[in-house]
């Protein structure tokens, strides 16, 4: 797959303005992927222009008919599974049985679930007896930006383009330079849905080239953004002058809080799962394990046992588990917090050496012995290493729980439902999930509070935040006039 990947704008695919081009390397390999547009001012404009143009009649089309043509695109991309599987484990490395299980899946549920939300959400009305009735408009934004970032990179951007369309917006979406191909090839899927030129750009390029752009452009009026929490805060300072709408999904520290009483087979399963799914790579990963004191022993041996024969393989291979990281610098950024931990008295208990030959493989790595206040225990990762430790009481653990700077989700495992309420009260994340990891309820909303980020997306909160209320009263006036 060497080919070279053009922005989508008005439509259709136009080569970058300024004639750059950067490379799409797959991190398995280092082998070249595609030649992708580099994105610059004047490719924004277009698409600008071309979603200006067409926001008058996208948003007054019936939300029936939005519904069928965000159906058609989730179809498409059901057609077109194995394509846009295979674009995704070539551009980051994960497991082809994982996109073609998890990500692409996803991205078509995205688009028919917001299909149906489309000619689901109801305007609001208030009647004030015998004086007023009140109602609330929810009209669209107008143009805007969905910047995703490369762990899921079809499975976010979906989350963010689905729902805004079906509310009636433009939309210009940027993809992370690591990960442009699926988006690209979602222009080709939406043309043959019948989406209308112009509802819709993909802008290819950098983050801090057409990502800031984007940002900064005084006619788009939103930006709905997934990724790293620096980049969050940085659009958040940048947009609040002009008062823009912001929803930020931003990163984790997460912790899974494993209690003595809970069902062990099926919690050793799962904790394998949420600390490596993806290479640990997804912000929901659980990278903070905390093991009630009589099971610790037990279970750090069990945990080390399953990772050590999670071994890192082709992503190719539709029996491979792990994959490779997205790059050889995040590797290597993974890498030198394994070194921090090792430098604080952090024990590597299994993992923290790279896989030998090309690609940016990293085994399965769990460290214990670290103090809260460590970088591996404060920072995110985001990568395969997970740190394990000790709690003696239910407060002790919770309290273990909330001492982040992040509160994304967090994991609880015990057979106690009074404990279970508790602590999924007191806990200071967005989600939180009882013996399960990563079960979605696309009605559900979704995301974080302190550094994880602002806003949520998911069923009517997306739908929400892609529009906005007016509220319009009508007095009834007096009954003879
Ligand atoms: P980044 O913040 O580096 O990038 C995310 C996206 O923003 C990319 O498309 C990137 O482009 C773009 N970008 C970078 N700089 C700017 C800028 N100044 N202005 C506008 N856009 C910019 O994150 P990563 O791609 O490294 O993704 C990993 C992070 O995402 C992790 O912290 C993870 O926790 C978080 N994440 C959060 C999720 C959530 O729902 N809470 C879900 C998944 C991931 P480019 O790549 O081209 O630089």
Not at 65 to 72: D, T, V
Not at 298 to 305: G, H, I, K, P, T
Not at 469 to 479: E, H, S, T
Request: aromatic residues 8%; glycine residues 10%; charged residues 20%.
């Amino acid at each position: 797959m060497d080919m070279r990947w053009e922005n989508f704008i008005g439509g259709g695919y136009r080569p970058a303005s300024r004639g750059l081009y950067f490379e799409d390397l797959n991190p398995a390999t280092g082998n070249l992927v595609a030649q992708v547009a580099r994105s610059g001012s004047e490719d924004l404009q277009w698409a600008i222009d071309s979603a200006k143009e067409a926001f008058g009649s996208w948003s007054k089309t019936s939300p029936e008919a939005r519904a069928g043509i965000l159906y058609r695109i989730g179809e498409g991309l059901v057609l077109r599974e194995e394509e846009f599987a295979l674009a995704e484990t070539l551009d980051t490395g994960k497991p082809i049985a994982f996109s073609r299980s998890v990500d692409i899946p996803r991205a078509a549920a995205n688009f028919r679930f917001f299909a149906a939300a489309a000619t689901q959400f109801a305007s609001e009305a208030h009647e004030m007896p015998g004086r007023a009735i009140n109602y609330t408009l929810r009209q669209p934004v107008g143009i805007v930006g969905c910047i995703a970032p490369w762990n899921l990179p079809l499975y976010l951007m979906s989350w963010k383009i689905a729902p805004a369309l079906a509310a009636g917006n433009c939309v210009v979406a940027k993809p992370s330079e690591f990960s442009p191909v699926t988006a690209a090839m979602l222009g080709e899927v939406c043309n043959e849905a019948g989406l209308p030129p112009g509802v819709l750009s993909i802008l290819q390029g950098f983050g801090s080239e057409i990502g800031e752009a984007i940002v900064d452009h005084p006619d788009v009026k939103a930006i709905s953004f997934t990724g790293g929490t620096q980049t969050g805060a940085r659009i958040a300072s940048r947009t609040a002058p002009a008062f823009k709408k912001i929803s930020l999904e931003l990163g984790g520290k997460n912790p899974c809080i494993v209690f003595a009483d809970c069902d062990y087979p099926r919690t050793l399963r799962e904790i394998e799962r949420l600390a490596f799914s993806n290479s640990g790579q997804i912000c929901l990963c659980g990278s903070r394990i905390l093991v009630e004191q009589s099971i610790y022993e037990r279970l750090s041996a069990d945990l080390v046992n399953a990772a050590t024969q999670l071994h890192p393989a082709d992503p190719l291979d539709p029996a491979t588990r792990m994959g490779a990281l997205i790059s050889e610098p995040h590797l290597q950024k993974v890498h030198g917090y394994v070194e921090q931990a090792r430098s604080e008295g952090g024990r590597i208990l299994c993992g923290g050496q790279r896989l030998p030959g090309a690609g940016a493989f990293y085994p399965p790595t769990l460290i214990d012995g670290l103090g809260p206040e460590a970088a591996c225990n404060r920072e995110e990762i985001f990568g395969p290493v997970a740190t394990l430790q000790p709690f003696a009481t239910e407060e002790e653990a919770l309290e273990l729980a909330n001492h982040s700077a992040y509160g994304l989700a967090a994991t609880l495992w015990t057979e106690n439902l009074s404990r279970a309420h508790r602590m999924a009260s007191a806990l200071q994340t967005g989600i939180v999930w009882v013996n399960t990891w990563l079960l979605r309820d696309l009605r559900t909303p979704f995301g974080g509070v302190k550094h994880s980020g602002t806003g949520r997306e998911g069923g009517w909160e997306a739908m929400r935040f892609f529009t906005e209320p007016k509220n319009v009263c009508i007095n009834f006036g007096p009954r003879n006039a």
